[in-house]
C-alpha cells in the first residue's frame, strides 16, 4: 500500500483527502504543518507522494517542497486556496509537480494523483505518447495536458491519437475519415472539421498553439518544445 503524506492545517479538508486516498487504495498520513510534514517524510522514506497546501503555520508549504527537494524527487501536489499565477510559479520553481487550487473535486485530485504514481513508479505507463504537455495513455484511452485529464469522445480520442503519433505530418481530411470512420462511411467529408474543431475547444491553450490546420489540405500535430 503506498504512502501519501496530506498536509493541511485545516482538519476538514485533510479528512477529506483521506477518505478518498484511502478508498483508492492507498495510506494517507497526515500533517497539520509543514515541521511535521517534513519529519513524517523523514520517517517514511518510502513515501510515494505528497499533497501539501501552501498556507501552513511553522513551515509552510513551499519551504517544505524546498526541503524534500534537497534530497527527493518524490512527486509533490499543492492543494491550496492560492490561485494567482505568482503563487503558481513559486510552487513550480520550489520543485512542485503539480497545482490544484481550492475548492477541488476529490476525483480528479485522485485521478491526479493516480497520473503522478504511475509516472514516477516502475508501473509508469507502459503505452503512452507524449507532445509536449500533453500524454495519451493507450492502455487507458485516456488523455492529460499538465497532468489534467481531458475528456475526449470516442472520435476525437482517435483523431488525436493518429496525429500525435506522426507529429508533423498531414493528415487530409479523406485519410482521417478512412482511417477513424471506415472506407465504408457515407457521410459528408466535413464531419472531420467539426470534430477536430471540438477536439481543439477541449484542448484549449494546448490545441490553439499545437493542433494546425493546413488549409486545403487537412490537420497535424506541430510541436517544436
Same mark, same amino acid.
Given at each position: 500500500?503506498?504512502?501519501?503524506?496530506?498536509? $493541511?492545517?485545516?482538519?476538514? @479538508?485533510?479528512?477529506?483527502?483521506?477518505?478518498?486516498?484511502?478508498?483508492?487504495? =492507498?495510506?494517507?498520513?497526515?500533517? +497539520? $504543518?509543514? !515541521?511535521?510534514?517534513?519529519?513524517?517524510?523523514?520517517?517514511?522514506? +518510502?513515501?510515494?507522494?505528497?499533497?501539501?497546501?501552501?498556507?501552513?503555520?511553522?513551515?509552510?508549504?513551499?519551504?517544505?517542497?524546498?526541503? @524534500?527537494?534537497?534530497?527527493?524527487?518524490?512527486?509533490?501536489?499543492?492543494?491550496?486556496?492560492?490561485?494567482?499565477?505568482? !503563487?503558481?510559479?513559486?510552487?513550480?520553481?520550489?520543485?512542485?509537480? $503539480? =497545482?490544484?487550487?481550492?475548492?477541488?473535486?476529490?476525483?480528479?485530485?485522485?485521478?491526479?494523483?493516480?497520473?503522478?504514481?504511475?509516472?514516477?513508479?516502475?508501473?509508469?505507463?507502459?503505452?503512452?505518447?507524449?507532445?509536449?504537455?500533453?500524454?495519451?495513455?493507450?492502455?487507458?484511452?485516456?488523455?492529460?495536458? $499538465?497532468?489534467?485529464?481531458?475528456?475526449?469522445?470516442?472520435?476525437? #480520442?482517435?483523431?488525436?491519437?493518429?496525429?500525435?503519433?506522426?507529429?508533423?505530418?498531414?493528415?487530409?481530411?479523406?485519410?482521417?475519415?478512412? +482511417?477513424?470512420?471506415? =472506407?465504408? #462511411?457515407?457521410? +459528408?467529408?466535413?464531419?472531420?472539421?467539426?470534430?477536430?474543431?471540438?477536439?481543439?475547444?477541449?484542448?484549449?491553450?494546448?490545441?490553439?498553439?499545437?493542433?494546425?490546420?493546413? #488549409?486545403?489540405?487537412? =490537420?497535424?500535430?506541430?510541436?517544436?518544445?
Amino acid at each position: 500500500m503506498k504512502k501519501i503524506i496530506v498536509a $493541511d492545517d485545516e482538519a476538514r @479538508i485533510r479528512r477529506l483527502v483521506c477518505d478518498f486516498l484511502r478508498k483508492e487504495g =492507498y495510506e494517507p498520513l497526515e500533517a +497539520d $504543518d509543514g !515541521d511535521v510534514a517534513l519529519e513524517l517524510f523523514r520517517q517514511n522514506p +518510502d513515501t510515494a507522494l505528497l499533497i501539501v497546501d501552501i498556507m501552513m503555520p511553522n513551515m509552510d508549504g513551499w519551504a517544505l517542497c524546498r526541503e @524534500i527537494r534537497k534530497t527527493s524527487g518524490v512527486p509533490v501536489i499543492f492543494l491550496t486556496a492560492r490561485s494567482q499565477e505568482f !503563487d503558481e510559479l513559486m510552487g513550480f520553481e520550489a520543485g512542485a509537480d $503539480d =497545482y490544484v487550487t481550492k475548492p477541488f473535486s476529490p476525483a480528479v485530485l485522485m485521478k491526479r494523483v493516480e497520473l503522478l504514481i504511475r509516472r514516477t513508479s516502475g508501473n509508469a505507463f507502459k503505452n503512452c505518447k507524449t507532445a509536449g504537455s500533453l500524454t495519451i495513455d493507450e492502455d487507458a484511452h485516456e488523455v492529460f495536458i $499538465d497532468n489534467r485529464p481531458i475528456g475526449l469522445a470516442l472520435k476525437e #480520442y482517435n483523431i488525436l491519437l493518429k496525429l500525435v503519433s506522426m507529429p508533423g505530418r498531414v493528415f487530409t481530411r479523406e485519410q482521417l475519415l478512412d +482511417d477513424i470512420w471506415g =472506407y465504408d #462511411y457515407v457521410g +459528408d467529408i466535413r464531419t472531420v472539421d467539426s470534430h477536430v474543431a471540438r477536439l481543439r475547444t477541449k484542448l484549449g491553450e494546448w490545441g490553439n498553439k499545437h493542433l494546425k490546420t493546413v #488549409y486545403g489540405t487537412g =490537420y497535424k500535430i506541430e510541436v517544436n518544445e
